[in-house]
């Protein structure tokens, strides 16, 4: 079982950045895929990155470039940095673990974290 809590969203302006932490229980943390997805109203949650434990990462097309996804074993976090940002990004963002390779879908997930990007 894995417990996951997100935190760092909040409002920012277009161009701007904003750092997601997401903090995750479990001994078996190092061992699983981490990643994000995230949910614009009234559309399908979708996935954003994804970080294997060995170190690839996968991330969707739309945030190639300005997103980094990254994690740190010894404190059993999960990072998203979210550069240039754009109002398209608006979105509740959602950290995921267990996520299967091209990010069809996870096992475990954390309650989200509203993230708004103004014009």
């Known amino acids: 079982q894995v417990h996951l809590v997100e935190s760092g969203g909040g409002l920012v302006q277009a161009g701007g950045s904003l750092r997601l932490s997401c903090a995750a229980s479990?001994?078996?943390?190092?061992?699983?895929?981490m990643g994000w997805f995230r949910q614009a109203p009234g559309k399908a949650r979708e996935f954003v990155a994804r970080?294997?434990?060995?170190?690839?990462?996968n991330y969707a097309d739309s945030v190639k470039g300005r997103f980094t996804i990254s994690r740190d074993n010894a404190k059993n976090m999960v990072y998203l940095q979210m550069n240039s940002l754009k109002p398209e990004d608006t979105a509740v963002y959602y950290c995921?673990?267990?996520?299967?390779?091209?990010?069809?879908?996870?096992?475990?997930w954390g309650q989200g974290t509203q993230v708004t990007v103004s014009s």
């Open positions: 970080d294997w434990s060995g170190g690839t990462r």
């Open positions: 995921a673990a267990n996520v299967a390779y091209g990010g069809g879908g996870a096992d475990y």
């Open positions: 479990g001994r078996t943390f190092s061992s699983y895929a």
